[in-house]
């Protein structure tokens, strides 16, 4: 068994995704979704949960791996003693290729090597064996409303429970295998030659990267943030538009500990910064389509705007635990569902209202209806903004004033009454101001400690939080306010692990979890752009280029990371922390970047003055 995390690569198709180890073994896919059961679970427990390993006979094998440039097909290379093979594992995502098939091509390049296939499914998220049939091409598995056909011209052979075969492969020879889902009350699908939906699969994500704009990216950087974006594609769900956090469920935040959540769905809390992500990389087609997702998930009653939501828009997203999967390396419980759907964040208004005004600015199409729910949203916050909440962090313990939850209140309004000053949008503006002024004021009074010159994690406390880094690039208060470089200050003394920034101290703060975590990714990417905002470019691209060092060898992130021992942590992989990598890529190379452009609420077309060191209003002039 592959045992980390980092050994992984992905493969998928927009409507679902795998992960693939090392060791030539699928440990873990959920079809026909992302977040539906999966069929591979051996990730989270052993192979007897579900995997399909393809593999040579024997110890002495030399591994290596890439993706094929510019696309999401990943090619491992087996060196033995005998010769040499390549395995290309993807899912065609051309029209009208993409279907539910994972497509596995083994091929000779030098010598003949003897190799094992074996395939156990096992629905249900790892505990459904399913009724087999042998077929004229391959296979076909039934578990209740799931079906898969495996097409292939190895002779199979049933063994406890698990489909096996060996062959030889020689120098130039092809092998290919295709497995197929479909719902077990229709027909199987006719599967088409596999190395001509190979060379259409290549050719459709070369011609989505051209999309890209990329022509100001130095070349050591192009590769990380195409990387990254083809990464983001994949966590698409096509059909609707909605992007996931990551494609798995309970990865371990620390190995061994409970720190394990199903991120199979959709946060507000990443819209913006995704929307930026997407917009400065030229896939305005996918903004579009993410900014349609969230009017249509978050319609309804403001009273009930909620953190996160299915792909397809859903809200009942109950958490459960999973007894017979044992965890990532026993870290355990393995959860399906995330418990967090239920909390109140005020942030998320904020987040969204900022999503939205950032879409209007960078004239997406237009959409009447926005405004009009914007409105009912505000209305809705006036009354709500102090109530205490679980903040950005979704923490589990006790509800507090959170400082980063005031700040997105104020960015709601903020950008509220710019909606009426800019684009002539009606609204009572005169309100919004007083608001805006009023939570500006709050948070400046009760949120700032002078004896540690830092704004702190919530109200009457002490302790410090990451998303403080993003107080700037809000446009709340300039980045050369004394309050905000002492709060950089503070975070870089106490936040710091590894050269690194943890979300909060898990020893200070009571997030009603327990134990510890690692350092946090996504939060280290905003440490950079808040040193790129100061002018502290050699900072930044030391950060940047340390973040880079940790990606895996196919250029994949993780959630987090511990520096002590050198491996990533969490849900994998994350969609947050490669949005962080792209940012900040974009504020490195341009002078009106996505954090420049956040923190002026425009796009970067002209410059606005500069504002004193301590505003007197919430409206911050650059």
Not at 79 to 103: K, Q
Not at 127 to 149: C, F, I, M, N, T
Not at 232 to 239: C, H, Q, R, T, V
Not at 442 to 455: E, L, R
Request: charged fraction near 25%.
């Amino acid at each position: 068994m592959v045992r980390r995390i980092e050994d992984y690569g992905l493969i998928g198709n927009m409507l679902s995704a795998a992960l693939v180890g090392k060791n030539g073994s699928i440990d873990w896919l959920c079809l026909p979704r992302f977040d539906s059961p999966a069929c591979f679970a051996a990730v989270l427990g052993t192979p007897e949960n579900g995997r399909w390993k393809i593999a040579p006979v024997g110890g002495k094998v030399r591994t290596s791996r890439r993706y094929l440039p510019d696309t999401a097909i990943l090619e491992t290379r087996f060196e033995t003693p005998t010769g040499a093979v390549t395995l290309m594992d993807f899912m065609p995502v051309s029209e009208p290729d993409r279907t539910l098939d994972v497509i596995r091509i083994v091929t000779g390049v030098s010598g003949t090597v003897e190799m094992d296939m074996e395939l156990v499914l096992r629905f249900e998220n790892g505990q459904a064996v399913p009724w087999v049939r042998r077929k004229d091409y391959g296979l076909s598995a039934v578990a209740g409303p799931h079906a898969v056909e495996l097409h292939t011209a190895l002779p199979l052979e049933g063994r406890n429970m698990k489909t096996c075969a060996r062959f030889r492969v020689t120098e130039g020879e092809s092998v290919p295998l295709t497995l197929s889902y479909h719902p077990s009350n229709e027909k199987p699908r006719f599967v088409a030659d596999r190395r001509e939906v190979l060379g259409r699969t290549a050719i459709w994500w070369r011609e989505w990267v051209k999309r890209g704009s990329f022509e100001d990216m130095p070349d050591i950087w192009r590769e990380p943030v195409v990387r990254s974006l083809i990464t983001l594609k994949m966590l698409i769900y096509a059909p609707t538009g909605a992007i996931i956090a990551a494609p798995t469920t309970s990865l371990p935040e620390k190995i061994g500990g409970a720190r394990n959540w199903d991120y199979r769905y959709c946060w507000l809390r990443d819209s913006a910064l995704t929307l930026y992500a997407l917009l400065n990389s030229g896939y305005r087609k996918e903004a579009e389509d993410w900014r349609q997702w969230l009017l249509r998930a978050v319609a309804g009653s403001p009273d009930q705007l909620q953190i996160m939501y299915g792909i397809g828009g859903e809200r009942w997203l109950p958490e459960v635990e999973v007894p017979w999967l044992e965890g990532f390396e026993k870290s355990s419980p393995v959860r399906i569902g995330n418990k967090a759907a239920e909390q109140v964040q005020i942030d998320v208004f904020g987040e969204l209202i900022d999503t939205l005004h950032a879409a209007r600015d960078a004239e997406l199409q237009p959409h009447d209806e926005a405004w009009r729910l914007q409105k009912v949203l505000l209305r809705h916050l006036e009354s709500t903004w102090r109530i205490p909440d679980r903040g950005i962090w979704e923490v589990r313990g006790p509800a507090r004033a959170f400082t980063h939850s005031r700040l997105m209140a104020w960015v709601a309004f903020d950008r509220a009454v710019i909606g009426v000053e800019r684009y002539g949008l009606e609204g009572p503006v005169a309100k919004w101001r007083e608001l805006r002024q009023q939570i500006h004021d709050d948070i400046c009074t009760n949120g700032f400690d002078a004896g540690k010159n830092s704004f702190v994690q919530y109200y009457g406390g002490d302790t410090l939080d990451a998303s403080l880094l993003l107080m700037p690039q809000v446009g709340f208060l300039p980045p050369n306010d004394p309050r905000v470089i002492g709060t950089i200050a503070a975070i870089e003394r106490e936040l710091l692990e590894g050269g690194l920034v943890l979300r909060y101290s898990t020893d200070k703060t009571d997030d009603g979890v327990g134990g510890r975590e690692g350092a946090f990714l996504a939060c280290s990417f905003w440490l950079a752009d808040a040193y790129v905002l100061a002018h502290r470019g050699a900072d930044a691209r030391k950060l940047f280029d340390r973040l880079l060092d940790l990606r895996n060898d196919l250029g994949l992130l993780g959630e987090e990371y511990n520096a002590a021992t050198g491996r990533l942590l969490g849900n994998f992989p994350q969609a947050f922390s490669h949005i962080g990598l792209i940012n900040t890529a974009h504020n490195l190379v341009s002078a009106g970047g996505p954090a420049r452009q956040r923190a002026r609420k425009t796009a970067p077309s002209k410059p606005t003055k500069v504002s004193p060191k301590h505003p007197t209003s919430g409206e911050v002039r650059e």
